[in-house]
């Protein structure tokens, strides 16, 4: 059995990831949650894991989660996948057409979270927020905190790997390295090198993790 799937969008990624790090099998998905799931989904059915996690760069909810920080989820969230009414906008859950997705390992949040820390991380927890459209205004980020007080993270990935991992049954665990503020898109403000070089170290420790004789 192969230890950890872990599904990135893009190849900067996966590449710091591997930076310091040997034995990691790393996909590369492409953006969205639909690429993620299909691209996990894949590998998934052919292959047996022990865990799949979505990791990549991210905005962070300030204070929450301040840039250079790397955020282990408690819960994913399809923060836009839903309806707009006249009232605002109604998520999934309350159509009543939810599609059952499980939530992050809590076993495997606390273990990765700890291993993290103890790697000279700042680590956050909370939830992430899978988005289709990056948020880009201080009203879109105000809504979405306001829906979800707990958000410390946005992605565009996490809940369609979180999707492929229940269909095969197996934990999940999405980890975001923040680059930037969610907020206002202010490019000049990221810190993209940074949050890969946040990356690899995320690589070095899961690769700890996942060496034989581990418990």
């Known amino acids: 059995?192969?230890?950890?799937?872990?599904?990135?969008?893009?190849?900067?990624?996966?590449?710091?990831?591997?930076?310091?790090?040997?034995?990691?099998?790393?996909?590369?998905?492409?953006?969205?949650?639909?690429?993620?799931?299909?691209?996990?989904?894949?590998?998934?059915?052919?292959?047996?894991?022990?865990?799949?996690?979505?990791?990549?760069?991210?905005?962070?909810?300030?204070?929450?989660?301040?840039?250079?920080?790397?955020?282990?989820?408690?819960?994913?969230?399809?923060?836009?996948?839903?309806?707009?009414?006249?009232?605002?906008?109604?998520?999934?859950?309350?159509?009543?057409?939810?599609?059952?997705?499980?939530?992050?390992?809590?076993?495997?949040?606390?273990?990765?979270?700890?291993?993290?820390s103890q790697a000279g991380l700042q680590v956050v927890t909370g939830a992430v927020l899978t988005t289709t459209t990056v948020t880009g205004t201080a009203e879109r980020t105000a809504e979405l905190l306001a829906r979800h007080p707990d958000a410390a993270a946005e992605g565009m990935e996490g809940y369609g790997v979180a999707s492929a991992a229940t269909m095969a049954e197996l934990p999940f665990v999405e980890i975001r390295a923040i680059s930037n503020v969610v907020g206002p898109r202010d490019r000049d403000s990221w810190r993209i090198g940074e949050a890969m070089d946040v990356l690899a170290t995320v690589g070095q420790t899961l690769a700890a993790l996942q060496a034989p004789g581990v418990a």
């Open 1 to 116: 059995m192969y230890e950890f799937l872990l599904a990135t969008a893009v190849g900067a990624e996966r590449d710091a990831l591997q930076r310091r790090a040997d034995g990691l099998t790393v996909i590369v998905t492409g953006a969205g949650p639909a690429a993620a799931a299909t691209g996990a989904a894949w590998v998934l059915a052919s292959e047996p894991y022990k865990l799949a996690l979505s990791v990549g760069i991210g905005g962070g909810f300030a204070p929450r989660a301040p840039i250079g920080s790397v955020v282990v989820s408690t819960r994913v969230v399809a923060a836009d996948l839903g309806a707009d009414s006249p009232e605002g906008f109604l998520p999934i859950e309350e159509l009543g057409f939810a599609p059952h997705v499980e939530q992050p390992d809590e076993q495997w949040a606390a273990r990765i979270g700890t291993a993290l």
